[in-house]
């Protein structure tokens, strides 16, 4: 390197500063980002942004979408100022306004429906985690339609079965560390894709590869880009993911396998257990999931001798019918064999139940006006077209795309159309959804404000400062809520807090995990470890903090669901294996899980992604394309009863025969007939949570060409 060149990177140095910022999208592994910042002429410019080689998950790597973060936050789609909608609903076409207008617009409306004898529950606030920060993602807003008297949203759409199910058998969402992966001699990884959704816990599993010879197995009907890595790949029909479990206990018992200590200290209902499991056999197994019945003999004789052994367990397989229950079943697992004992034992779904944060204070429940009634998001489609007493009139939607996202697209479009709906969409992007507003409201990205993001893949709070100040008029939602609170007159101090005073609030708290944990090591170190042990071994020694402090292979509460307390097997709803019923006419079982490059439906407006992605598409098996004159590249009409779509077929085995596979979320303006996935997919519930059902789903293909 020259002179001069040394030269200008010490004027660069000395005009770049560091932030310590946090990734806000919902995913496990919240990673803590590095932001560069420039100060420049026209003001400051964030000019790169990586992740931080020392916080123990994120490991220095970002995964392509966040380390592409400044093409989100710059691009020239980005909303800068607020709109009033001029075209029809759907058509996209808009007008500027001031912040004064629009707020005053929408408090005017707002107060008309309140005062209207329909009252204020005929407004619906509609958001997910598009950030999962506690301030921008679960704070002003819940406090503002708390204290509105707005219908109350059950925010269902992702994980609330699976959540449920893990409870019943295990008492709260909290797992093996992903940090303790490593020493593992033998990974299951159950209806999850880590290479796509859950990154930075591969290099943990390929540390226990290289360093303990560990077996990787992957259990899931596609053949992933994890599955395509592991040593085994295992493909059970869908939803049929609680009897491949039955079958393992069913063996391990056989042949006495089980750890006799563990089950008489620590859990509950082996008996019964052991009861239920005895006709599944390998035989009965493979006729009810697929898989071969000497695979499941092979995979429960491995998993009880080799020790530790870890199952990474997802939120892909409970989007089913019985995906509370296969949850259950399988989180059943580890303790038969004893394997929470060791280190880098036991399973994973979330760790997100070990933060014991003051969401009280943070969401205000004390503010709710009476006893309003909850709507399920899943049944957005419903709530819009159907719901009565008082219908919906107004609906506001942050941090989330529906009209992308929500399934049965053509009831929730149907409901969006609708002329005497008011809505109003805050939002980085024209998002689908965003079309049918009659307001819209720009809101910055993780660079443009403050927040503590909560994860749900390892065990450490994060922070994120602010990098830059907000793009163009953008606001963060808790200013944009803050503002709307005053103009409706909520003069409680809730409604001027700072949000790191929203933040110090949620930290109140007594629980001996948040020792240590405060809002100035937060913001000064970017993240706190929970004041847990290391290693974190949570369930060596029981210690479940279920009602009876055991592991519960029989939980009483469930029988109030009309549910089998005994751990067992419940059947997907459309897409069980056979030829009866509705399988004669749609033969074709669907899942449509994340795109590697998207996230939901987030990054899928932006070029790079859409170019990685290529087009919107669906892999079926060679066998199920045959019959049907599908050729690879053919386009194809997918339908049911509930819709149709046009995607082009990739013809692979990548799926198994039986199955196919469209990678999702996609935007309507983005696929060749402006359809989506989730035309196909229905609002039914899951059996436990009220979750949503995306992966029980049948179709049949034709093709077009
Ligand atoms: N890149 C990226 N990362 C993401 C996301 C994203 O969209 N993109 N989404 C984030 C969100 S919101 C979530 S909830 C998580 C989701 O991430 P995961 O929990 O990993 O869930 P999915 O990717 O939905 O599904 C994982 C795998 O389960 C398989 N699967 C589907 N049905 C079944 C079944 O019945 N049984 C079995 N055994 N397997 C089944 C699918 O084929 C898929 O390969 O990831 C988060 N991370
Ligand atoms: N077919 C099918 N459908 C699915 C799934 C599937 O696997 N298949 N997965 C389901 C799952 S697991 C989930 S979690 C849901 C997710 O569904 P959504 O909650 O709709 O998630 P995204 O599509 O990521 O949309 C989040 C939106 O929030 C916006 N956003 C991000 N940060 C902010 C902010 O600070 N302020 C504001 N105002 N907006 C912000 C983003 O720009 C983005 O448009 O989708 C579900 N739908
Ligand atoms: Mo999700």
């Given at each position: 390197?020259g002179e001069s060149?040394?030269t200008?990177?010490?004027?660069?140095?000395?005009?770049i500063?560091?932030?310590r910022?946090?990734?806000?999208h919902?995913?496990?592994?919240?990673c803590a980002?590095?932001?560069?910042?420039?100060a420049?002429p026209?003001?400051?410019?964030a000019?790169?942004?990586?992740?931080?080689?020392?916080h123990?998950?994120?490991n220095g790597?970002?995964?392509?979408?966040?380390?592409?973060?400044?093409?989100?936050?710059?691009s020239?789609?980005r909303?800068?100022?607020?709109?009033r909608?001029?075209g029809q609903?759907?058509?996209?076409?808009?007008e500027?306004?001031?912040?004064?207008?629009?707020?005053?617009?929408?408090?005017?409306r707002?107060?008309?429906i309140g005062?209207?004898?329909?009252?204020p529950?005929?407004?619906?606030?509609?958001s997910?985690?598009?950030?999962?920060g506690?301030?921008?993602g679960?704070?002003m807003?819940?406090?503002?339609?708390h204290?509105l008297?707005?219908s109350?949203?059950?925010r269902t759409?992702?994980?609330t079965?699976?959540?449920?199910g893990y409870k019943?058998?295990i008492?709260?969402?909290i797992?093996?560390?992903?940090?303790?992966?490593?020493r593992a001699?033998?990974?299951?990884?159950w209806?999850?894709?880590p290479?796509?959704?859950?990154v930075?816990i591969w290099?943990?599993?390929?540390r226990a590869k290289?360093?303990?010879g560990?077996?990787?197995?992957v259990i899931d009907?596609?053949?992933?880009?994890?599955a395509?890595r592991?040593?085994?790949?295992?493909?059970?029909?869908p939803?049929?993911?609680?009897?491949?479990?039955?079958g393992i206990?069913?063996?391990i018992?056989r042949e006495?396998?089980?750890?006799?200590d563990y089950?008489?200290?620590y859990?509950?209902g082996?008996?019964?257990?052991?009861?239920q499991v005895?006709p599944w056999?390998p035989e009965?197994?493979?006729?009810e999931t697929?898989?071969?019945?000497?695979?499941?003999?092979?995979l429960?004789l491995e998993y009880?001798t080799t020790?530790?052994?870890?199952?990474?367990?997802n939120?892909g397989?409970?989007r089913h019918?019985?995906?509370?229950m296969?949850v259950?079943?399988?989180?059943?697992?580890p303790?038969?064999?004893?394997?929470?004992r060791?280190?880098?034992?036991g399973?994973?779904l979330s760790?997100?139940?070990?933060?014991?944060?003051?969401?009280d204070?943070l969401?205000r429940?004390?503010f709710?006006?009476g006893?309003?009634r909850t709507?399920?998001m899943v049944k957005?489609g419903e709530?819009?077209?159907e719901?009565?007493?008082p219908?919906i009139?107004?609906?506001?939607?942050?941090n989330?795309n529906?009209?992308?996202t929500?399934p049965?697209?053509a009831?929730?479009?149907?409901?969006?159309?609708?002329q005497d709906l008011?809505t109003v969409?805050l939002e980085?992007f024209?998002?689908?959804t965003?079309d049918?507003?009659d307001?819209?409201?720009p809101?910055t990205t993780?660079?443009e404000?403050?927040?503590?993001?909560?994860?749900?893949?390892h065990y450490?709070?994060m922070c994120?400062n602010?990098?830059?100040?907000?793009?163009?008029?953008s606001?963060?939602n808790?200013a944009?809520?803050?503002?709307?609170a005053?103009?409706?007159g909520?003069n409680?101090?809730?409604?001027?807090?700072?949000?790191?005073e929203v933040a110090?609030?949620?930290l109140?708290?007594?629980?001996p995990a948040?020792?240590g944990?405060?809002?100035?090591?937060?913001?000064?170190e970017?993240?706190v470890?929970l004041n847990?042990?290391?290693?974190f071994?949570p369930?060596?020694?029981?210690?479940?903090?279920t009602?009876?402090?055991r592991?519960?292979f029989?939980?009483p509460a469930l029988?109030k669901l009309?549910?089998?307390?005994?751990?067992?097997?419940?059947?997907?709803r459309e897409?069980?294996?056979?030829?009866?019923?509705l399988a004669q006419?749609?033969?074709?079982?669907?899942?449509s899980p994340?795109a590697h490059?998207?996230?939901?439906?987030?990054?899928a407006?932006l070029p790079?992604f859409r170019?990685?992605e290529?087009?919107?598409s669906?892999?079926?098996?060679p066998?199920?394309?045959?019959?049907?004159r599908?050729k690879d590249?053919?386009?194809?009409?997918?339908?049911n009863?509930?819709?149709?779509?046009r995607?082009?077929a990739?013809?692979?085995?990548?799926t198994?025969?039986?199955v196919a596979v469209?990678?999702?979320?996609?935007w309507r303006?983005?696929?060749?007939?402006?359809?989506n996935?989730?035309q196909?997919?229905s609002q039914a519930?899951?059996?436990?949570g009220?979750?949503g059902?995306?992966?029980d789903v049948r179709v049949e293909?034709?093709a077009?060409?």
């Amino acid at each position: 390197m020259g002179e001069s060149d040394q030269t200008i990177m010490a004027v660069e140095s000395a005009s770049i500063k560091t932030i310590r910022g946090a990734c806000p999208h919902d995913c496990p592994d919240t990673c803590a980002l590095l932001v560069s910042v420039e100060a420049q002429p026209s003001g400051e410019r964030a000019v790169k942004v990586v992740g931080n080689p020392h916080h123990p998950t994120t490991n220095g790597f970002l995964c392509k979408k966040v380390a592409n973060y400044l093409e989100r936050t710059y691009s020239q789609d980005r909303l800068l100022h607020p709109m009033r909608r001029i075209g029809q609903k759907g058509e996209g076409r808009f007008e500027r306004i001031s912040w004064d207008t629009a707020l005053a617009e929408i408090v005017e409306r707002f107060k008309a429906i309140g005062a209207s004898p329909l009252g204020p529950q005929a407004i619906l606030p509609y958001s997910y985690a598009g950030t999962m920060g506690l301030v921008q993602g679960q704070s002003m807003d819940r406090r503002f339609f708390h204290r509105l008297g707005a219908s109350l949203l059950a925010r269902t759409i992702c994980s609330t079965a699976g959540g449920a199910g893990y409870k019943y058998t295990i008492g709260e969402k909290i797992g093996t560390d992903p940090e303790n992966f490593h020493r593992a001699r033998l990974i299951w990884i159950w209806g999850a894709n880590p290479i796509t959704s859950n990154v930075h816990i591969w290099p943990q599993i390929l540390r226990a590869k290289k360093e303990n010879g560990a077996r990787i197995v992957v259990i899931d009907p596609f053949r992933s880009l994890t599955a395509e890595r592991a040593d085994q790949h295992v493909a059970p029909w869908p939803g049929t993911d609680a009897a491949l479990a039955l079958g393992i206990m069913h063996v391990i018992f056989r042949e006495g396998l089980q750890d006799r200590d563990y089950l008489d200290k620590y859990t509950s209902g082996v008996e019964d257990l052991r009861r239920q499991v005895e006709p599944w056999t390998p035989e009965r197994t493979a006729a009810e999931t697929g898989v071969n019945a000497s695979t499941i003999t092979a995979l429960a004789l491995e998993y009880a001798t080799t020790r530790p052994a870890a199952i990474r367990i997802n939120y892909g397989l409970q989007r089913h019918a019985g995906g509370g229950m296969a949850v259950r079943t399988i989180s059943g697992l580890p303790a038969i064999v004893g394997a929470w004992r060791e280190a880098g034992g036991g399973i994973l779904l979330s760790t997100s139940g070990a933060f014991p944060l003051n969401y009280d204070a943070l969401e205000r429940p004390d503010f709710i006006v009476g006893a309003p009634r909850t709507v399920n998001m899943v049944k957005l489609g419903e709530a819009l077209t159907e719901l009565d007493n008082p219908p919906i009139k107004a609906l506001c939607v942050y941090n989330s795309n529906p009209a992308a996202t929500a399934p049965d697209h053509a009831k929730v479009v149907q409901g969006l159309r609708r002329q005497d709906l008011f809505t109003v969409v805050l939002e980085h992007f024209q998002t689908d959804t965003a079309d049918f507003a009659d307001i819209v409201l720009p809101a910055t990205t993780q660079l443009e404000h403050f927040d503590v993001v909560k994860p749900y893949g390892h065990y450490y709070l994060m922070c994120n400062n602010p990098a830059i100040p907000p793009l163009g008029e953008s606001k963060p939602n808790s200013a944009i809520f803050r503002r709307l609170a005053a103009r409706m007159g909520f003069n409680e101090p809730a409604f001027q807090q700072s949000d790191e005073e929203v933040a110090a609030a949620a930290l109140q708290s007594d629980h001996p995990a948040l020792r240590g944990v405060t809002l100035e090591r937060l913001k000064a170190e970017g993240w706190v470890r929970l004041n847990l042990p290391t290693p974190f071994l949570p369930f060596a020694e029981g210690n479940f903090p279920t009602p009876s402090g055991r592991c519960e292979f029989v939980a009483p509460a469930l029988e109030k669901l009309g549910l089998e307390p005994v751990a067992t097997y419940i059947p997907p709803r459309e897409a069980a294996h056979g030829v009866q019923g509705l399988a004669q006419r749609y033969p074709l079982a669907l899942l449509s899980p994340p795109a590697h490059s998207f996230l939901n439906s987030s990054f899928a407006n932006l070029p790079r992604f859409r170019r990685d992605e290529r087009e919107p598409s669906i892999f079926i098996h060679p066998n199920d394309a045959g019959p049907r004159r599908i050729k690879d590249g053919t386009i194809v009409r997918v339908f049911n009863d509930r819709g149709e779509l046009r995607l082009r077929a990739l013809v692979s085995d990548r799926t198994r025969d039986g199955v196919a596979v469209a990678p999702s979320i996609w935007w309507r303006r983005f696929s060749p007939d402006g359809g989506n996935v989730n035309q196909l997919t229905s609002q039914a519930l899951t059996d436990m949570g009220d979750g949503g059902t995306f992966y029980d789903v049948r179709v049949e293909i034709a093709a077009l060409e």
